[in-house]
């Protein structure tokens, strides 16, 4: 269940808190043809099941930028902000894979809330570390810092 503010200046009171987590979701080898085929990155160590189960991961693996782009599908099963007219995706920092994503590993996003400021244009920006674990690893796949702004109706 997402954590749910009223308004996006409530954010400003839960800096330096855990969120919560998205429900886990298995990758699958057609979801990660279907994101080959949708950016031209036919690498093997991605679409060839026969050869990448002879490469260094023992299987296909996800592409980095694949896990980094469910991160969009998991932050709103975190947190939800309300009385907003719209919400943008601003921006990342610090963006990192330090372990791979191997296909049928199960994965979810967790979320800390690491800062949060008024823009000049009226709007809250917040600064969302999401980090994307995988099922029975210690090391995440994805560790990012989302960057949105929230704009008041």
């Known amino acids: 269940m997402a954590t749910v503010f009223q308004t996006p200046a409530e954010l400003k009171a839960k800096v330096g808190q855990h969120l919560g987590?998205?429900?886990w979701m298995e990758v699958t080898q057609q979801r990660i043809q279907l994101f080959a085929?949708?950016?031209d990155d036919q690498q093997w160590i991605h679409v060839d099941p026969a050869r990448a189960a002879q490469g260094p991961f023992g299987a296909p693996i996800a592409?980095?930028?694949?896990?980094?782009?469910?991160?969009n599908r998991?932050?709103?099963e975190i947190v939800e902000v309300?009385?907003?007219?719209?919400g943008v995706n601003y921006g990342a920092d610090r963006i990192r894979f330090p372990a791979p994503v191997k296909v049928g590993?199960?994965?979810?996003g967790g979320a800390e809330?690491?800062?949060?400021?008024?823009?000049?244009?009226?709007?809250?920006q917040a600064k969302i570390r999401v980090t994307v674990e995988i099922e029975g690893s210690e090391r995440p796949a994805?560790?990012?810092?989302?960057i949105s702004r929230y704009y008041p109706k």
Do not use: Q
């Open 37 to 39: 085929d949708a950016t």
């Open 63 to 71: 592409h980095g930028y694949l896990t980094l782009s469910l991160v």
């Open 74 to 76: 998991f932050l709103p």
């Open 105 to 108: 590993s199960r994965i979810r």
């Open 142 to 146: 994805c560790v990012v810092d989302t």
């Open 82 to 86: 309300r009385g907003i007219s719209m």
């Open 21 to 23: 987590h998205s429900a």
């Open 113 to 124: 809330l690491i800062e949060v400021e008024n823009t000049k244009d009226g709007g809250v």
